[in-house]
């Protein structure tokens, strides 16, 4: 702000008017008015100022014109409680029309509050404290079993469990527990040589698929006579038919064909070293 130092200038203030005909005169009054040629004096600022005097500036002032030191503002819409006409409900345009508040449905309570059962206190979209009913909830879970108002369950078993309850001896379950929650469990693996786990076609159940009676005799190299011995799963075989020798071969006491190499027709073909060795014939000799 500026300010002029004082200055006088005599203005000479004559003033004259008639009346009834007599001319009335007036003396010069000395006024004081600031001149172009005055020197100019710096003010200080006085600031925004503060219309409500409760300690905040206007321009800081949630209220201007109403006193309110603390400034608070419940809905926090930028006017303070004391001057907002709807101080429980945001209505930044301050319309009075905003003022009304649509109450959420009992389900729209239950759901913001994540609630699914039982009784719940609380307070509602509008500010409002309510006690609402949030459901039932179905077996096995019950209402609270592990959180407030909340169906849940407790009783979970164990994998071990889990597996006895199915019959499961072996491999990888999947399972509904009690709780109604669908569980991948392990039921270890404990089968035993020659058994596998499902083996025998039944799942999470520890066998053995027995081979046929032509992989039994291959697997014992037998192709000739009735064979007895044990098969893949460890089961005795009785007088398995293994086959029949052709040309010149016979079935030897070890059930193998076996042709004798002194007979021209039998070059080429299996022959019998001794008890454990077998060869194949060649220019009368049996050789490895």
Request: glycine share 10%.
């Amino acid at each position: 702000m500026k300010a002029y130092s004082t200055g006088v200038i005599l203005v000479s203030i004559v003033a004259a008017w008639a009346l009834g005909g007599c001319n009335m005169w007036y003396d010069t009054e000395s006024v004081s008015l600031p001149s172009e040629d005055m020197a100019v004096v710096d003010q200080p600022d006085l600031g925004p100022g503060d219309n409500d005097n409760d300690g905040v500036a206007n321009t800081d002032d949630n209220c201007p014109e109403v006193p309110n030191p603390g400034q608070e503002d419940s809905d926090e819409d930028g006017f303070g409680d004391a001057c907002d006409n709807c101080p429980d409900l945001a209505n930044p345009d301050q319309s009075p029309d905003d003022c009304t508040c649509l109450e959420e449905s009992n389900q729209g309570f239950c759901d913001r509050l994540q609630k699914d059962c039982g009784t719940v206190s609380g307070v509602n979209n509008c500010g409002v404290t309510v006690v609402i009913p949030c459901g039932d909830c179905e077996a096995p879970l019950e209402c609270g079993a592990q959180t407030p108002n909340v169906c849940g369950c407790d009783a979970a078993e164990t994998e071990a469990q889990l597996c006895e309850q199915a019959n499961a001896e072996c491999g990888t379950l999947e399972i509904q527990d009690s709780c109604g929650v669908l569980r991948t469990v392990s039921c270890g693996d404990t089968c035993e040589t020659p058994e596998t786990c499902g083996g025998d076609g039944e799942d999470n159940v520890c066998g053995c698929a027995a081979e046929t009676n032509t992989e039994f005799c291959a697997r014992l190299n037998k192709n000739c006579g009735l064979v007895t011995d044990f098969d893949n799963c460890g089961d005795r075989r009785v007088a398995i038919f293994c086959g029949s020798c052709s040309g010149q071969s016979e079935c030897s006491q070890d059930d193998r064909c076996a042709c004798d190499c002194d007979l021209a027709p039998c070059n080429g073909r299996t022959c019998r070293i001794d008890s454990e060795t077998y060869g194949t014939c060649a220019a009368g000799q049996c050789v490895e």
